[in-house]
């Protein structure tokens, strides 16, 4: 490998990621959305946006040939990495050896990041090994929204996640109630916290230069949790259904959730929410207020028919 000018630090350039991917035979797939960062200035200024500190435990999905996860251990940040494509992940350890960085700073875990269950633990010096408490990642565009999703609903220790994905996707997910944008996803996230847009992103910064532009979004999860899991799910179906048709009002999308129209009508006078709104307008807590009042009818109506059996 050549020598890095000093200016760079320990990041990849251009050269050194075309070099890499060339020494390993590696070609970024479309199918996977791997578009590989190439820009030393463009990493340290995601990761200066992220608010990474020395010391923290960080979260990397698809780190890639690792031009980000050098970021992130620049910044004095350890990092747990998990990557899908083989002959990456069989690469990244190498590479970071190659630019000095020691083992106990960092672990990767050869995986779908939509399969894993636990997250990869990183060593505590001295204290107990650590869970990651951000997420930051160069996400694949064709899966970004699930694993950003996914991991904020399965990992409470991540308290803050910057992603760069693509530039619509951040708009959808930092959008406003009743803007054209503002959709399932954009509420779903608002469940884990508050979503805003942190910059956007050169196509040029990029190898292969994509056909799309990216952008950085940022989420911050909530101090408190807005509900339960069970109250998550409840509260996700009922998003899931009002954005199913979201041309109709509620009294009429929510029809076959709630088992009739007028059922729908009467869980959402229950919840406050006029049945004649359409999804587009609601903001999270009032879908939560929704599926607390089904709840509630739910189980009203189960204890009539103990009482009628009795």
Known sequence: MRATDASEGMLLTPRDVRELAAFAGIHPSKQRGQNFVVDPNTVRTIVERAGVQPGEAVLEVGPGLGSLTLGLLEAGADVAAIEIDRGLAELLPATLTARGVPQQRWTLVHADALQVTELPRLPGQGAPD???TRLVANLPYNVA???LLTHLQRFES??????MVQSEVVDRLAAGPGSRTYGAPTVKAAWYGSVQRAGQISRQVFWPVPNVDSA?????????????ETERRGTF???DAAFAQRRKTLRAALATWAGSAPRAGQILEAAGIDPGRRGETLEIADYLAIARARADADAGGSEESEEGRS
């Open 158 to 163: 991540l308290r803050t996640a910057l992603v």
């Open 130 to 132: 650590r869970l990651p």
């Open 237 to 239: 179906a009922v998003i």
């Open 145 to 147: 929204t699930p694993i």
């Open 216 to 228: 950085l979004v940022e989420v911050t999860r909530h101090e408190s949790p807005m509900g339960t």
